[in-house]
């Protein structure tokens, strides 16, 4: 039996999608079909705050996407060097916050020390935030998407703790995904005429 997934295929770095190892053991034949695409914006505005560690009280993680933009801007030598030399140990005497442990281990990447990771959802991770941070202390930088929920926000500003949030990735539609639907099911349509 065949399986249409709308979702990204994992990493290949990391081996075979775990959805479509999974459905195959059971005898599934599964599709990948990505469904979304991130566009990174605010990446000038991103490094210009990520260059000024002693203004922020640490950093806030609940996406891998933010870790892509800070990659991003990373790419750019010059920046990688202030990255590396300086900004980069400015930052570890700081909390980075995590969700989860997708996006503590990009955090790990870019070589600060997650905190939270175990959290598990923005609403954990608030009260973990919360039961760390002072009211009224420096506000925490948040790099997070045009989509974002308003959960964690919304919990440390209940409980004073001050949070600035950047924009730095949207969520639009994959560019090939008509493409991809329409071509998957004109397959399907000449499978069952085979049969």
Request: glycine share 6%; with cysteine.
């Amino acid at each position: 039996m065949k399986v249409l997934l709308l979702k990204d295929p994992k990493d290949k770095d990391s081996g075979p999608d775990p959805y479509i190892k999974e459905l195959g053991l059971y005898g599934f034949e599964a599709t990948l079909i990505p469904v979304l695409s991130f566009e990174f914006v605010s990446l000038e505005s991103l490094f210009e705050k990520l260059s000024h560690p002693e203004c922020y009280g640490g950093l806030v993680f609940t996406s891998p996407r933010a870790l892509e933009a800070i990659k991003i801007c990373l790419k750019e030598n010059s920046k990688n060097e202030a990255w590396s030399k300086s900004l980069k140990q400015r930052w570890n005497t700081k909390p980075a916050y995590v969700v989860g442990k997708a996006t503590a281990s990009l955090v790990e990447e870019i070589g600060l020390i997650p905190q939270g990771e175990k959290s598990g959802n923005a609403e954990k991770l608030a009260e973990y935030i919360c039961s760390r941070e002072k009211p009224d202390s420096s506000a925490l930088l948040f790099p997070c998407g045009a989509l974002k929920r308003e959960v964690l926000p919304t919990a440390l500003r209940e409980k004073g703790v001050p949070l600035e949030s950047l924009t730095v990735y949207q969520t639009t539609q994959h560019t090939g995904l008509q493409e991809s639907l329409s071509s998957y099911f004109s397959q399907q349509v000449l499978d069952a005429d085979v049969i």
